[in-house]
């Protein structure tokens, strides 16, 4: 009995050994395959992080160009980058979900394990102490290797973690500029609008201004040129006179060396040296005239008596020599030519006199006008021209006309981009209907003619082709309700009051979502609401401000709407199977 037992004892202790190498084994490939599973998603993980800052560097590059681009052609071209980038968030936040979905199914997993580590321990009690003893440092070593690359995953996690959060941070950044961009441009473009027309006006005060120093310029050297031309002619006319003087002092003074007689007894005058060159000088040439007229007639007269008188001799020497000197400065023999020389002195003089009055009033006008001239350019220079009240008043006026045009412009301007806009949208809207229209056949051409709108062609396209979708959709609705209405002959139960609480009859309008296949989606759309703008469209009194036109970006926010809650669901449906699968480890991939 003894041997027996222990050979039962052996036998369970063999079979118990036998058992636990076979769990260890199947812990050990259970390791093996997570180890691999592991380091196959570190990879992925790696891959994807670089595939991930390879597209943040180039989603950098291209905001950074999209902030350099300028007009119209730019702002189109932002458009299609938002929404390359909104299609880039999309998927990155897929993916984020897909791992936080796998992060989560592999704690489970751990969890799991874990659990069955806990189970695999030796039980604490009496029986089968020894074999317990024999095995805890391998178990010990186990669980130690379990708990490092459990320490390891939840580092490698935490990284994870963090990478997500990092690269949320940057999506978030990015949709808060996606959504300020349009603002900042327009203001920038608002800025660079005022910039363009202060540079212009400023542009157009310094042209007056130009203008204005040129005038004073050329003005100024007008009266330079007429002062320099009347001062060469005063002293053209300051030298002939001072020539004239030393003429004249010359003469008088070859007079005074020849000597010039006393007078005589019958009463004739010495020559002065001035003559002629005073204001009595008209006086003097009568009184030399009248002197050598009567010196001739005396000579003449009484030549037969100039022997005998001495004094009469030397008086008739004396008119002989100023009748000599008389010759010598006018250069004439005769008496009549002498007096007509002198009479045309009297003259010339005369004339000079008159001629030095003219000229020095002539003089003081100029140099009073000089003075006005640098009176008004010292005003023009420092203080600017002054201008009139009328044309102030005028340019007030032009100013007030230039504002009110330049505001028409600007409403113009906002009303052709808005018509624009809308007509662009209306454009790509006829196109997109066009692309989910092409499966749809027709039974003419649908080929664009010559000289006709493109645009114009397709939407008449469009509009066959969904009148032949209704009729068709229509002839099946009326098959449908023929098909599933309820037989006349047919006795509702609970008579007329149960006719109430009777089922309603199935058609195609009954259908639900759950009904349809998942790419059918169904937009619902308000009829009143959608009349009602259409007659406001239409109505002339109403401003074109209140047309209210959903844009591109608008109908693709709601259709991603749509889809990311269509792929909420089915991550909700994949996430329970994997959790009943799993013990309930993924049931909340559905989040977020």
């Known amino acids: 009995m003894p041997a027996s037992q222990d050979r039962e004892k052996a036998m369970q202790l063999d079979e118990d050994l036998h058992d636990l190498k076979l769990r260890f084994e199947l812990l050990e490939g259970d390791r093996k395959a997570y180890y691999e599973t592991s380091q196959w998603a570190i990879r992925q993980n790696k891959e994807e992080m670089a595939h991930l800052r390879s597209q943040n560097k180039e989603l950098r590059d291209m905001i950074s160009k999209l902030k350099k681009a300028e007009g119209d052609a730019s702002t189109s071209r932002t458009m299609s980058d938002v929404e390359k980038l909104d299609q880039k968030v999309c ?8 791992m936080e979905a796998e992060v989560r199914a592999r704690e489970a997993k751990l969890k799991e394990l874990q659990d069955r580590v806990a189970h695999l321990q030796p039980p604490t009690g009496s029986a089968g102490s020894s074999g317990s003893r024999v095995l805890e440092p391998a178990h010990l070593k186990e669980i130690h290797a379990l708990e490092n690359r459990l320490d390891k995953a939840l580092i490698k996690y935490n ?48 042209r007056d201004a130009n203008h204005a120093k040129e005038v004073a310029k050329a003005d100024l050297l007008r009266f330079e040129l007429q002062l320099t031309e009347d001062r060469k002619q005063r ?10 003087v030393k ?25 002065s040296p001035t003559a002629g060159s005073g204001p009595n000088a008209s006086q003097c040439d009568d009184s030399r005239t009248a002197g050598s007229s009567g010196a001739l007639d005396t000579s003449t007269g009484g030549a037969g008596g100039a022997g005998d008188d001495p004094s009469k001799a030397q008086h008739f020497a004396g008119v002989e020599e100023t009748l000599r000197v008389l010759r010598d400065a006018v250069g004439v023999l005769t008496v009549p030519e002498i007096s007509a020389k002198l009479v045309a002195q009297r003259d010339t003089n005369a004339h000079l006199v008159s001629l030095q009055a003219s000229t020095s009033a002539r003089l003081e006008e100029l140099r009073a006008r000089k003075q006005r001239v640098l009176q008004e350019y010292e005003e023009l220079k420092f203080t600017g021209r002054q201008k009139s009240s009328a044309g102030k008043g005028l340019e007030e006026e032009f100013k007030t006309r230039v504002e009110e045009a330049k505001k028409e ?5 906002e009303k052709w981009e ?23 056949q027709l039974d003419r051409p649908t080929e664009v003619p010559a000289g006709a709108d493109p645009h114009v062609h397709t939407l008449d396209v469009c509009i066959e082709k969904m009148d032949k979708l209704y009729h068709t959709v229509k002839g099946k609705e009326n098959l449908i309700e023929t098909t599933f209405s309820p037989s006349p002959a047919q006795p509702t139960p609970g008579g007329a009051a149960g006719g109430a609480s009777a089922e309603p009859t199935l058609n195609l309008l009954t259908v639900t979502q759950a009904g349809l296949p998942a790419h059918n989606t169904r937009v619902r759309m308000g009829r009143k609401e959608f009349e009602e703008e259409g007659g ?32 909420g669901k089915g991550g909700a449906g994949g996430g329970k199977k994997k959790g009943r699968r799993g013990k309930g480890g993924g049931g909340d991939d559905d989040d977020e």
């Not at 998927?91 to 897909?98: A, F, I, M």
């Not at 441009?185 to 310094?206: D, F, G, I, N, P």
């Not at 412009?409 to 301007?413: K, S």
């Open 159 to 206: 990284e994870a973690q963090a990478v997500r959060k990092m690269y949320e941070a940057i999506v978030k950044k990015l949709q808060d500029e996606r959504l300020t961009f349009d603002s900042k441009l327009t203001k920038l473009e608002k800025l660079l609008q005022q910039k363009k027309q202060e540079a212009a006006e400023l542009e157009a005060m310094s």
């Open 418 to 440: 808005r018509v624009g806009r809308i007509v662009k949208e209306a454009r790509a809207g006829v196109g997109h209907l066009a692309e989910k229209l092409e499966g749809v």
């Open 536 to 567: 406001g469209e239409n109505d002339p009194d109403t401003p074109d401000a209140d047309i209210e036109v959903p844009d591109r970006e608008s109908i693709k926010r709601a259709s991603m709407q749509v889809v990311n809650a269509r792929k």
């Open 247 to 271: 003429q004249r002092l010359e003469m008088n003074e070859k007079m005074e060396k020849r000597g010039t007689p006393q007078t005589g007894k019958d009463g004739t005058a010495p020559l």
């Open 235 to 244: 002293e053209k006319d300051l030298h002939a006179r001072k020539e004239l």
């Open 409 to 413: 412009v600007e409403e113009v301007r």
């Open 91 to 98: 998927e990155l936040r897929n993916k984020h979900d897909l």
